[in-house]
């Protein structure tokens, strides 16, 4: 069965750096488009980058944009998500995602980010 595994979250300085990390399995995952999302307490899961399968085309949500990297190894069927200059907004858990067959989105359990001092 499909299944995200996300790690690399934790505590991190405003400014700082984290790379999360999402392994996939159950699915051929060099060809799917795989997705990180967000959730911030209280507020509503909002989709933050996603690279498309096949190519190296990525798309970023406004607020991340010149921050935060997407980038993916099929070799180890494994998408990363690589923040830069960290803002006490971006605490929220992270969610990998991707859509399977029939329209089927497939969601990891997440992992939380926070920027604090």
């Known amino acids: 069965q499909v299944q995200l595994v996300e790690s690399g979250g934790g505590l991190v300085q405003p400014g700082g750096s984290l790379r999360l990390s999402c392994t996939a399995s159950?699915?051929?995952?060099?060809?799917?488009?795989m997705s990180w999302y967000r959730q911030a307490p209280g507020k509503e899961r909002e989709l933050v980058a996603t690279i498309i399968s096949g190519s190296s085309f990525t798309n970023f949500a406004d607020s991340v944009k010149g921050r935060f990297a997407i980038y993916r190894d099929n070799t180890k069927n494994t998408v990363y998500l690589q923040m830069n200059s960290v803002k006490p907004e971006d605490t929220a858990v992270y969610y990998c995602?991707?859509?399977?067959?029939?329209?089927?989105?497939?969601w990891g359990k997440g992992t939380l980010v926070t920027v604090s001092s």
């Open positions: 995602k991707t859509r399977g067959d029939y329209g089927i989105d497939y």
């Open positions: 159950g699915f051929t995952f060099s060809s799917k488009t």
